[in-house]
């Protein structure tokens, strides 16, 4: 259940108005009182010979006998309250509870105050009343309204419990703005899935991921397809921007148009400023250095994610704020940049993390360039294939992401960001039906190579899986996905590795044995520790750090690598 204390207003005859009309989009259906202060208040909506007119003096009357020096100019009190989309059509009587219980929580008419404000309820949709109060009471005083909107969610999740409705969570007022009803009423009518401040909101989002600048963004947003209009001051200098779909027109036909600020907190231009801060002017490496392919763009961006794994396991909040925050524009450049079998699920991803990339601690953005240079590399690496290499690498960078996005959703829970640690949690689910799709074609070929392998070399890696791991060894063997396991150890050994400390090695980063597959979970392991391909049989992989990466514990990265935790596996 969603409560929102709009902004006062000084017309009450002026709210009814919109209450008790069609609405904006002619979404209002039988509009009718179901509360207020007085069993016998008038009711436009199912009688005949009641006026608005009527009920808005009715309301008003306590402001009205006051001396005009003495009414306050926003007295006119609004509180919306939504019911969540899966939660079953309440009655009006059920509602009528509903109001009187916020009323009371908010402290405009608390049950037993003979004196208090005069409110009513109204419903014009199976999902949500709006209740509209005179901020004047009986008496003559002002009611206390200070912190109404908290007031009015700690009643929410009250009612939630007793109605037996989907339980919210809390939120730190860092979300972004929902979508108006009319907003969702015009998207279900013209066909999309989604609001335009939603799609447009997504649409900035992967314009702004890995960015270096005001000119690389803009160039973005307009190769996107939106309408951009940017503001400038007198100076010439650049303030903001403002976009609009093509397609989302008002009345008279012209686009409407979202400031970046109100599709998201963090898509202001100041804000989109502090990411790129430091990296405007590139560095001459940069310039010269060719765009990385797709392939390799997946191949350094694991690494990267493993980084940011490591910075977050270091309990700086401040850099771990700015490691998650960047995780959102990963997901984003992968999103932009996946094949059609992935993309779908990857983009459902990015948009859930969208809510958990922020929160009130500061981040540090000083701390995040790795993260975003990953993002950048993504976008000029363009669009991958989805096999081969660049598929295998996909599933690579996906199997990391997933590690990354449960360990953001713990640090917000042991914050206590309630909304934010569900966001998470939500994401991740995404992404491991992306992996699953990405991971399939890749494995596939592993396995049948596995299969292929001779019997002895097979029963020696069997031996080499329970010297190294030998509580989970049997587990593992006993896997389909076994034989894709063997297939990287014996490439593993082409390549001059001793398996079986670099079983051991793999087998140690984080916890096993909650994975659907832990052999799959230590194949994508092994390739990043071994500096192997991504996929079987195309080639050498970006070298340089085997050493490394073999025999330090601090720097390895096997899509799952980290200091040892009880966090769960991805459930493949």
């Known amino acids: 259940m969603i409560p929102r204390v709009h902004k006062r207003g000084s017309r009450t005859i002026g709210l009814l108005h919109y209450l008790y009309g069609p609405g904006t989009h002619e979404e209002h259906t039988d509009p009718h009182l179901v509360a207020a202060w007085d069993s016998l208040a008038p009711d436009p909506g199912r009688d005949a010979e009641a006026t608005l007119k009527e009920l808005q003096q009715l309301l008003d009357q306590p402001v009205d006998a006051l001396p005009s020096g003495r009414r306050p100019d926003q007295h006119v009190w609004h509180l919306s309250v939504r019911a969540a989309p899966e939660d079953p059509v309440l009655t009006d009587a059920q509602w009528a509870d509903i109001a009187r219980r916020m009323v009371a929580a908010t402290g405009i008419a608390a049950d037993d105050d003979p004196a208090a404000c005069r409110w009513a309820a109204v419903r014009h949709a199976d999902d949500h ?10 008496d003559g005083r002002k009611p206390r309204l200070h912190n109404d909107a908290a007031r009015s ?21 860092t979300a972004a703005q929902r979508p108006t009803s009319a907003e969702r009423h015009k998207a279900e009518r013209t066909g999309r899935t989604r609001t335009a401040r939603e799609e447009l909101r997504e649409t900035v989002r992967r314009a702004v991921a890995g960015a270096a600048n005001d000119a690389e963004f803009f160039d973005r947003l307009s190769a996107s ?47 989109i400023r502090q990411r ?21 763009a997946r191949r350094s961006a694991t690494g990267a994610v493993w980084t940011a794994l490591l910075v977050i396991d270091q309990d700086d909040d401040g850099a771990a704020a700015a ?30 993390f969208e809510r958990a990339s922020r929160s009130h601690i500061r981040a540090d953005r000083q701390q995040d360039r790795v993260l ?26 996906i199997d990391m992401l997933f590690f990354l996005v449960i360990t953001a959703a713990a640090w917000h829970a042991k914050k206590g960001h309630a909304q934010q640690a569900a966001a998470a949690q939500q994401a ?53 996905g076994w034989p894709a396991l063997a297939a990287t150890l014996a490439e593993a050994e082409a390549a001059g590795h001793d398996v079986v400390p670099l079983l051991a090695e793999a087998a140690s ?13 230590l194949v994508w392991r092994l390739r990043r520790l071994a500096d192997l391909p991504a996929a079987a049989g195309t080639g050498s992989a970006p070298g340089g750090a085997r050493a490394s990466t073999i025999h330090s514990r601090q720097t390895s990265v096997p899509g799952q690598g980290g200091p040892q935790q009880d966090r769960p596996a991805p459930g493949r």
Do not use: C, W
């Not at 969610?153 to 007022?173: C, F, M, S, W």
């Not at 790129?276 to 390799?296: I, L, N």
């Not at 992968?334 to 992935?342: D, M, P, Q, Y």
């Open 153 to 173: 969610q700690a009643e929410a999740r009250l009612i939630e419990a007793d109605y037996g409705l989907r339980r919210l969570n809390t939120g730190d007022k």
């Open 276 to 296: 790129y801060k430091g990296q405007e002017t590139p560095d001459e490496a940069a310039v010269s250095s060719p765009r990385p392919g797709p392939s390799q």
């Open 225 to 271: 397809g939106l309408l951009v209009v940017r503001r400038v001051a007198p100076s010439g200098d650049l303030l903001g921007y403002k976009v609009a779909l093509p397609s989302d027109r008002n009345k008279d036909g012209e686009p409407i148009f979202y400031a970046g600020a109100k599709l998201a907190p963090d898509l202001s231009l100041p804000r």
């Open 129 to 138: 009343i709006h209740i509209i109060a005179t901020t004047v009471r009986e």
């Open 323 to 352: 490691q998650i925050a960047d995780v959102g524009e990963v997901l984003d450049a992968l999103a932009k940049t996946s094949a059609a079998h992935t993309r779908r699920e990857l983009s459902d991803a990015a948009f859930a």
């Open 428 to 480: 991740a689910e995404h992404l491991r039906a992306a992996y699953r799709n990405a991971a399939v074609a890749p494995l596939g070929i592993l396995r049948e190579r596995g299969r292929r392998l001779a019997l002895p070399l097979q029963r020696r890696y069997g031996s080499a899986m329970r010297e190294a791991v030998p509580d989970l060894a049997q587990r593992v063997l006993d896997e389909a």
């Open 509 to 521: 980063h984080r916890e096993l044995d909650t994975a659907e597959s832990m052999s799959d979970v």
């Open 372 to 397: 975003r240079q990953a993002a950048r590399d993504l976008v000029r690496g363009g669009p991958a294939l989805g096999r081969g290499e660049d598929g295998a690498g996909t599933a690579m960078v």
